[in-house]
């Protein structure tokens, strides 16, 4: 079982750089993929970017390539998101997802968070 806690959400102007992290229990942790979500505002949940267990392989939506950097501490059991040079259209609660790299890929991720929300000011 694996509990995963989301923080770092907040008020930003497009243009800045927010850090999301999300702190997992349970001694399964290193052995996730991990993965990051948003939905927007009626809108559906959407993939964000994917991170292997060992930290070395990792993915990103069009949308946050070159943006957005996501990163895992095992250690720590948490996986981080650096959003950089954020715009209006980030705006959305963002959800840490862990279990087999496709499932998470696919949202359908074994664990979820609750989700922090960014919102993104013009």
């Known amino acids: 079982q694996v509990q995963l806690v989301e923080s770092g959400g907040g008020l930003v102007q497009a243009g800045g750089s927010l850090r999301l992290s999300c702190a997992a229990s349970?001694?399964?942790?290193?052995?996730?993929?991990m993965g990051w979500f948003r939905q927007a505002p009626g809108k559906e949940r959407e993939f964000v970017a994917v991170?292997?267990?060992?930290?070395?392989?990792?993915d990103y939506a069009d949308s946050v390539k070159g943006r957005f950097t996501i990163s895992r501490d095992n250690a720590k059991n948490t996986v981080y998101l650096q959003m950089n040079s954020l715009k209006p259209e980030d705006t959305a609660v963002y959800y840490c997802?862990?279990?087999?790299?496709?499932?998470?890929?696919?949202?359908?991720?074994?664990?979820w968070g609750q989700g922090t929300q960014v919102t993104v000011s013009s």
């Open positions: 991170i292997t267990w060992s930290g070395d392989s990792t």
């Open positions: 349970g001694r399964t942790f290193s052995a996730n993929s």
């Open positions: 997802a862990a279990g087999n790299y496709r499932t998470v890929v696919a949202g359908a991720g074994d664990y």
